[in-house]
């Protein structure tokens, strides 16, 4: 994790502003949804891809494998998991 150098208050009512170089540098534009992860000491948040859910675990990942035109979103356990069900009913 590298530093940038930025620090932020947090408001009264729990807010943090992130700064619009980051926004930029992440692709993260107003009304996007941002999903927010805790890593022992570290809150993490990374732009909310509901597209890349995987369609069997429900995991998140741009690593997951787009089907059949976007309409089939799987992980790879995902994947495993599908494919022994097909195995299973189709012997």
Partial sequence: MKSTGIVRKVDELGRVVIPIEL??????????????YVDEDKIILKKYMPNMTCSITGTVSEDNLSL???????????????????RKNIT
């Fill in 68 to 86: 059949l035109d976007g309409d089939l979103i799987l992980s790879s356990e995902g994947a495993e998991k599908l494919i022994a069900e097909i």
């Fill in 23 to 36: 926004r930029r540098t992440l692709g993260i534009e107003q009304k996007d949804s941002l999903e927010i």
